[in-house]
């Protein structure tokens, strides 16, 4: 049954669902900074993605185990999270494969996600261990979604929010198709030799997403006038997924990934996505990212 968990460190609060082990929220001061899911918007606040992020082609691929039938996102979000540890400041959630899991993805795995609060910020760690006896290959990603405005700065519309980098670079971003196929032969050049992109619902409509390779410094600041929003960093994922919604949606996803959709320029085999983690039998693979509310 889903139960929920509230872990806390100073200003900082987040409740956590054992169903997906999905972040429902994240507090500072008692200000509301993730999305609370509207049915209207989108259902859904910060779900797990594994062990594929975005779309297979028809959601479906081969691999060495046979064929993979995944719909978006994969798995993890789908299915109920044993808790397996917990603290005042910390949780840990573990989903292992199942006969219902092989069905649609033949491999063994054991996927704990953690999440601890301290400075400040909220980590989310995957750890991935190949339970099985032949090579697990996955990927991993994050998709929490952030109020805009951000609590207490309800005079700020959409428009005025923006991206902040770590440093100036050019990002150019792939054309993805209605089926959220990506085009990496098609780049649109957003910004060139600047640290800053102004967001509008117009770039959502054109582009649907925006999937950012080789973020610089793998951090970003989701900010207002005000300065306040949001910070994630994200070492270690070699994507960035920004969403949201529809037109008029109050909220932006930033989306750490390890790898992407499935690319027109790629095959329908599994193992040859983008991005693409391979674990040898008994071997664990650990990633994080962390979320300040500013």
Partial sequence: MSELTTISCGSVTATIDSMGAQLMS?????????????????????PVLF??????????????QGEVTLQRHGIA?????????????????ELASTEETRAAYPYDFRLNMSYSVADGALAQTFR??????VTLPFTVGGHPAFNVPAPGCEGESFGDYALEFAEPWTARVPRIDEAGLHDFSNMTELFSDSDRYQLSHDVFERMLTLVFPDVPGRRVRLVGPSGHGVEVAFDGFGYLGVWTASADAPFVAIEPWVGCATAYDESDVFEEKRGMVFLEPGETYEATFSMRPL
């Fill in 51 to 64: 062990p594929i992020v975005g779309v297979l082609r028809g959601n479906r691929a081969t691999s060495a």
């Fill in 77 to 93: 979000r789908l299915y109920d999270h044993a808790i397996v540890g917990r603290t005042e400041s910390s949780v840990t959630y």
């Fill in 128 to 133: 991935v261990t190949n339970t099985g006896d």
């Fill in 26 to 46: 994240l507090s500072r001061d008692g200000g509301e900074y993730l999305w609370q899911g509207e049915e209207s918007f989108w259902p859904r606040r910060a």
